[in-house]
């Protein structure tokens, strides 16, 4: 038979034990006893024993023998007993995960949550939801780790067309240019319009940036564009004087950076902040967190 059609039974054969047998056996192997494990699992000592046997035969040796005072592990035991720790501190923070999963509203963001608004949602959100945790989560994709699974709800500034996904606009933010502090043309400046940023280098984010070509489609220049990775590599990159940047106003407020200075665009497009999730899966408490973020938004207009 060919390693290909073998697998499956080779699997089978690995996965033959179960997470009360290595439970037992850490168990036994800690206590250097099998009668003391069994008062500890609040079991019999016969049940100890047949549970570790079964072990044994899946692993296909002896991983604990008996000595007058106990019992030890073998040099196959000492193998498997960090493997099997492991294993048991996994299951257990899986289990922890599903106990306290509905608990807990994790809400993404790639470059900025809220901007100045993110603590006031956070701490309003305690008040008035004291079995339900928002959590912030930062992940650099075009969904800010909702496709990848590592948020329920996401706050994205670029139209999702995903079909997958449901999105609604919470607020609008100024949209501001960033450059380095000591910028010989513009550091004393205190507003810019986007012709005069088109004459620069620009430095964008290319997966989850909100700066594009055609935000230049009206001016007699178009920059140069230099890609970066995230937000920590662009603020580098301007502080370094290698372009400029634009940015919504929420990457100011939550990114502040020494060496590098964010101004107003005057004529710059306003960029929409949009909280996502997965059209399937409504999360719950999602109406209280779009009314929250909402009236914060509309608080500040």
């Known amino acids: 038979m060919s390693p290909a059609h073998n697998s499956p039974l080779l699997y089978a054969l690995v996965m033959d034990w179960t997470l009360r047998e290595l439970r037992y056996f850490v168990t036994a192997a800690e206590a250097g006893s099998f009668t003391d494990a069994a008062a500890e699992l ?3 000592q016969a049940a100890v024993s047949r549970t570790i046997a079964n072990l044994e035969n899946a692993v296909g040796d002896r991983v604990l023998r008996r000595v007058p005072r106990g019992c030890e592990l073998t040099s196959v035991g000492r193998l498997v007993l960090p493997h099997a720790r492991r294993v048991l501190a996994e299951a257990s923070g899986f289990t922890e995960f599903l106990r306290t999963r509905h608990g807990v509203l994790r809400l993404g963001y790639a470059w900025a949550a809220l901007g100045t608004h993110s603590t006031r949602l956070q701490r309003d959100w305690s008040r008035k939801h004291d079995d339900t945790e928002l959590t912030l989560v930062r992940h650099n994709s075009p969904t800010a780790g909702l496709a990848e699974g590592l948020c329920d709800v996401a706050i994205v500034r670029r139209p999702v067309d995903d079909k997958r996904f449901e999105s609604v606009i919470v607020g609008l933010e100024r949209r501001l240019v960033a450059f380095a502090a000591d910028d010989p043309q513009w550091a004393r400046r205190r507003r810019m319009r986007m012709a005069e940023i088109g004459e620069r280098t620009v430095i964008i984010d290319p997966r989850v940036g909100t700066t ?90």
């Open 212 to 301: 594009n070509t055609h935000h230049w489609d009206d001016t007699d220049h178009s920059p140069q564009f230099i890609e970066s990775s995230d937000v920590d590599n662009w603020l580098d990159a301007i502080a370094a004087g290698r372009g400029v940047g634009t940015t919504s106003e929420a990457t100011a407020h939550h990114h502040a950076r020494a060496g590098v200075t964010f101004r107003p665009i005057t004529d710059g497009p306003r960029i929409p902040v949009r909280l996502v999730w997965w059209n399937d899966h409504r999360p719950p408490l999602i109406d209280d967190l779009v009314s929250a973020a909402t009236e914060l938004y509309a608080s500040t207009s």
């Open 42 to 44: 609040f079991v019999s």
